[in-house]
Structures are given as structure tokens and as C-alpha cells.
Nanobody, 118 residues
């Protein structure tokens, strides 16, 4: 059973940085896409970024492109989300998710809170 555990959230001032981690276990992730999503209070969950585990290719939402960077460490089975130049509107619970290359996002972590103060 695939398990995803996020960490690294917290409170930061606008303009600051945070790095989120997602430790993955229970699967062979070379054939997976790992993604980050976020959900702010009163809003729907939205896509933030994804990475093809084997190819390393990435995708970003327009709102974070140029500020966030997704990466993975194969040896540690961990995906990271480096968040720079944070804005108050980045405040949300951030979730790690995984899907097979041609499937829907099926596995989800418990989420980690990111709060950006102005």
C-alpha cells in the first residue's frame, strides 16, 4: 500500500521560503507521477506542481511558476517542494499525491499547513 507523509510546513513571512518534503513508501515509484496540491480555506483543492519520477520532467501551476521548484531524491524516495518568494495567497494545506502515469491521483498524504503572513 502506497503511503505518503508530508512534512516541512509552518509559518513564514511574505517573501520567505519553505521546503516541503513528501516521503513515499509501499510502491515502485519509477512508474509514478508525484504531485503537490493545496487547499485554502473555503476554496477547492488546486494543482501546484508535479514530477515524473523516472524522467524528472516537471509541471507547474501558473501561479507558482518561477517561485516553486519540485524535485525528487530517488535514494530517499522523497519528493520536495521548494517554495520561494512566498505570498499570503500561498497559505493553504499542502498535500502530496501520487498516480500511475496514465491514471488519476489515487494516493494522498495527510497534508501540511503552510501559513504566509503579510
Amino acid at each position: 500500500q502506497v503511503q505518503l507523509v508530508e512534512s516541512g510546513g509552518g509559518l513564514v513571512q511574505a517573501g520567505g521560503s519553505l521546503r516541503l518534503s513528501c516521503a513515499a513508501s509501499g510502491g515502485t515509484f519509477s512508474s509514478y507521477i508525484l504531485g503537490w496540491f493545496r487547499q485554502a480555506p473555503g476554496k477547492e483543492r488546486e494543482f501546484v506542481a508535479s514530477i515524473n519520477w523516472s524522467a524528472g520532467s516537471t509541471n507547474y501551476a501558473g501561479s507558482v511558476k518561477g517561485r516553486f521548484t519540485i524535485s525528487r531524491d530517488n535514494a530517499k524516495n522523497t519528493v520536495y517542494l521548494q517554495m520561494d518568494s512566498l505570498k499570503p495567497e500561498d497559505t493553504a494545506v499542502y498535500y502530496c499525491s501520487a498516480r500511475a502515469r496514465l491514471g488519476q491521483y489515487k494516493y494522498w498524504g495527510q497534508g501540511t499547513q503552510v501559513t504566509v503572513s503579510s
